[in-house]
């Protein structure tokens, strides 16, 4: 398992583990950022990571995205 954060741009990854407090979990899990679920990164822009889940394309921290194991 790694972070997202060290996750290849354009690879599609299975989401192993969603980390950190309960309210940075559901906060995450609301995003789509669900175990077993897949994300793919597309970019990285100044620390923050941007992912396409869920058919949706979203941005998250550097802090968050560390939280999110793939």
Known sequence: ????????????NIIRKVGGSPN?????ENLGFV???SVTV????SGNVIVNVKDSRVAVSKE??????V
């Open 1 to 12: 398992m790694i972070p997202l954060t060290m996750a290849s741009p354009g690879e599609e």
């Open 24 to 28: 940075t979990r559901k906060f995450l």
């Open 35 to 37: 175990a077993g679920g």
């Open 42 to 45: 597309i970019s990285e822009i």
């Open 64 to 69: 968050m995205a560390c939280k999110i194991m």
